[in-house]
């Protein structure tokens, strides 16, 4: 028969319907922690693995970015890579010769797995900055694990490794070249023939009376590191006195040099060349006697040693210093008649001289 459910009944079920409730809760929590320790324990650990050493050595030359540059594009290139080796890098850049001429780009690389070359050509420095970022992206990929941690001044190749016929087997430095071959020598080696004339104010010390200040043209001939030039200059007017008289002096000269490249290295890109040549003065000397003007002509003669340095603007210009020392080979003597000693010497050249030019010049 049926009846009704108390008020206790109905209390007794909602306690039952909670206990069991309250226990498929418990369960489910606990299942889910138990999932949670069994997948962490089961992973894998994993490493970040640190940023690669990029050491890439971009020269400075008008035209080119900056070597930060070229950095942030082998940056860029690799972001994503997920194996990646430390890279040493140099690259040589070569202007075009001519107008519109190509850019060269010559990249040398060294990593853990050997060492490469590659030489590119290009419109633009820019594009080769972009493809010399490339090129160290693609030398910093890792085909295989590597089984060190070592810096990358300290890496060499294993003792069992063997090599691809274009790898490098050696320790990590770039392949070094014979003592007597530096960077600007080869560069000196590929320098293309041209023409040089340069216009310029030179100082000369010992030819006349006080320093000498006068214009100078010349005309150079290089290829490759050699040099051949020629030049006029000449030397304003002075006047000499002495005992009463006197004489206004001036001089006209032409000389003529042979170079060599003498690299010397450092920060700027200037060029330097040890010269050799002969230089042959016209002295002129022009007083009054009595009524009478009087000219004389004299020929000095200089045999002399200098230096060059050249600093190159953009594709066209030049400017650049000369030093010039030697000793005459012809030194003429002036003389003036007084009344009182006879003949007397009014001026004669140095037999040791030194000359200092400053020029500016086109190249074509």
């Known amino acids: 028969m049926w009846r009704e459910p108390s008020a206790g009944d109905q209390r007794e079920r909602r306690r039952r319907l909670d206990v069991i409730y309250t226990g498929r809760l418990m369960v489910r929590r606990l299942s889910a922690a138990l999932s949670s320790a069994v997948l962490v324990f089961l992973a894998e650990p994993r490493v970040a693995q640190a940023a690669p050493v990029l050491r890439i050595e971009w020269p400075t030359v008008p035209g080119c970015p900056a070597p930060p540059v070229v950095t942030q594009h082998a940056r860029t290139a690799i972001a994503r890579a997920k194996d990646v080796d430390d ?15 190509a850019w060269q780009l010559h990249m040398r690389t060294r990593t853990l797995r050997g060492a490469g070359e590659r030489t590119l050509e290009g419109e633009s420095c820019d594009a080769l900055a972009r493809a010399a970022g490339l090129l160290v992206a693609l030398a910093s990929l ?8 070592q810096p990358l001044l300290e890496l060499a190749p294993e003792s069992d490794r063997v090599h691809e016929p274009d790898a490098l087997v050696a320790p990590l430095s770039l392949p070094a070249r014979p003592e007597h071959e530096t960077d600007e020598t080869e560069r000196a080696r590929t320098t293309p023939a041209r023409f040089v004339s340069s216009v310029g104010i030179g100082f000369s010390a010992g ?6 200040v006068g214009p ?8 490759s590191w ?26 006209f000269g032409a000389s003529a040099d042979i170079c060599r490249r003498v690299p010397l290295g450092g920060l700027l890109p200037i060029k330097t060349h040890a010269c050799a040549g002969v230089m042959v003065d016209d002295i002129r000397a022009r007083g009054l006697g009595g009524t009478q003007t009087f000219v004389a002509d004299r020929l000095a003669m200089l045999a002399f040693a ?16 000369d030093l010039r020392a030697g000793g005459s080979l012809m030194r003429p003597r002036f003389l003036v008649d007084t009344a009182s000693a006879g003949e007397r010497e009014l001026h004669r050249p140095a037999a040791l001289r030194a000359e200092g030019t400053v020029t500016f010049g086109l190249v074509f």
């Open 216 to 223: 100078s043209v010349s005309l150079g001939y290089e290829a």
């Open 226 to 251: 050699l040099r051949a030039r020629v030049g006029v200059r000449a030397a304003l007017p002075q006047e000499e006195t002495r005992w009463g008289l006197g004489a206004e002096l001036s001089a």
């Open 87 to 101: 890279v040493l890098a140099i690259a040589e850049i070569t202007p075009p010769t001519s107008d519109g001429g």
């Open 306 to 321: 200098g230096l060059t340095a050249d600093w190159d603007i953009g594709r066209g210009y030049r400017v650049g210093a």
């Open 207 to 212: 030819l006349l009376p006080n320093v000498g």
């Open 142 to 149: 890792r085909t295989r694990p590597v089984a060190t941690d």
